[in-house]
Protein backbone atom coordinates (compact mmCIF):
# COMPACT_ATOMS: atom_id res chain seq x y z
CA UNK A 1 0.00 0.00 0.00
CA UNK A 2 2.75 2.54 1.18
CA UNK A 3 4.63 1.57 -2.37
CA UNK A 4 1.72 2.40 -4.28
CA UNK A 5 1.20 5.71 -2.66
CA UNK A 6 5.03 6.90 -2.85
CA UNK A 7 4.55 5.72 -6.89
CA UNK A 8 1.67 7.71 -7.92
CA UNK A 9 3.37 10.79 -5.49
CA UNK A 10 6.24 10.04 -7.81
CA UNK A 11 5.09 9.85 -11.12
CA UNK A 12 3.28 12.74 -10.90
CA UNK A 13 5.64 14.65 -9.42
CA UNK A 14 7.39 14.00 -12.92
CA UNK A 15 4.69 14.63 -15.13
CA UNK A 16 4.40 17.81 -13.57
CA UNK A 17 7.83 18.78 -13.25
CA UNK A 18 8.06 17.86 -17.40
CA UNK A 19 4.51 19.44 -18.47
CA UNK A 20 6.37 22.78 -16.65
CA UNK A 21 9.51 22.47 -18.20
CA UNK A 22 8.00 22.10 -22.12
CA UNK A 23 6.18 25.61 -21.08
CA UNK A 24 9.37 27.44 -19.93
CA UNK A 25 11.06 26.58 -23.31
CA UNK A 26 10.06 29.46 -25.09
CA UNK A 27 12.29 31.77 -27.48
CA UNK A 28 13.44 34.60 -25.31
CA UNK A 29 13.23 37.80 -27.75
CA UNK A 30 16.07 40.17 -27.11
CA UNK A 31 14.78 44.00 -26.81
CA UNK A 32 15.93 46.75 -28.94
CA UNK A 33 19.55 48.29 -27.81
CA UNK A 34 19.11 51.95 -26.50
CA UNK A 35 22.07 54.00 -25.62
CA UNK A 36 23.63 53.80 -22.71
CA UNK A 37 22.72 49.78 -21.85
CA UNK A 38 25.24 47.22 -20.91
CA UNK A 39 27.06 46.42 -23.86
CA UNK A 40 26.51 48.93 -25.66
CA UNK A 41 28.86 51.14 -26.81
CA UNK A 42 28.80 54.87 -25.15
CA UNK A 43 28.44 57.69 -27.23
CA UNK A 44 31.10 60.43 -27.20
CA UNK A 45 29.15 63.70 -26.69
CA UNK A 46 32.45 66.03 -26.32
CA UNK A 47 35.75 65.56 -28.27
CA UNK A 48 38.61 63.52 -26.11
CA UNK A 49 41.06 65.35 -24.64
CA UNK A 50 44.68 65.01 -25.29
CA UNK A 51 47.90 66.05 -23.21
CA UNK A 52 50.28 69.29 -24.80
CA UNK A 53 52.94 68.16 -26.44
CA UNK A 54 55.39 70.62 -24.95
CA UNK A 55 56.45 69.92 -21.19
CA UNK A 56 56.49 73.39 -19.16
CA UNK A 57 59.72 75.16 -18.68
CA UNK A 58 59.19 77.01 -15.23
CA UNK A 59 59.65 73.93 -13.14
CA UNK A 60 60.69 73.54 -9.89
CA UNK A 61 64.96 73.45 -9.03
CA UNK A 62 66.83 70.36 -8.79
CA UNK A 63 66.55 69.38 -4.88
CA UNK A 64 69.90 69.96 -3.32
CA UNK A 65 72.34 66.68 -2.79
CA UNK A 66 71.61 64.85 0.85
CA UNK A 67 74.92 64.67 2.32
CA UNK A 68 74.87 61.01 4.51
CA UNK A 69 77.04 60.90 7.92
CA UNK A 70 79.48 57.63 7.32
CA UNK A 71 80.05 55.18 10.27
CA UNK A 72 83.25 55.64 12.21
CA UNK A 73 85.79 53.04 11.03
CA UNK A 74 88.66 52.75 13.03
CA UNK A 75 86.99 53.49 16.47
CA UNK A 76 85.17 50.85 18.38
CA UNK A 77 81.30 50.92 19.68
CA UNK A 78 80.78 52.30 23.54
CA UNK A 79 80.11 49.39 25.89
CA UNK A 80 81.21 46.94 23.29
CA UNK A 81 83.99 44.49 24.81
CA UNK A 82 86.20 42.42 22.50
CA UNK A 83 87.58 39.18 23.78
CA UNK A 84 90.06 37.78 21.59
CA UNK A 85 92.52 36.06 24.58
CA UNK A 86 90.51 32.96 24.52
CA UNK A 87 91.26 30.43 21.59
CA UNK A 88 87.92 29.31 19.73
CA UNK A 89 87.79 25.50 20.08
CA UNK A 90 85.85 23.77 16.86
CA UNK A 91 82.68 22.13 17.98
CA UNK A 92 81.99 24.63 20.76
Same mark, same amino acid.
Not at 7 to 18: D, K, N, Q, R
Not at 23 to 33: G, I, R, S, W, Y
Given at each position: ??????? #?? +???? $??????Q?Q? $? @?? +?? +?? /????P?? !??? /?? %? =??? %? @???? *?? #? %??????P &??? %?????T /? *?K??? #? &?? $? @????S? &?? =? !?G?
Open positions: MKCSILT #VI +VLSA $LALGAAAE $L @QT +VP +VA /PAPTGA !PGT /PT %P =TLY %P @QVTP *PA #V %PKTNGS &PLV %PIVLP /P *PDQT #V &PG $L @QQNDK &PK =T !PG
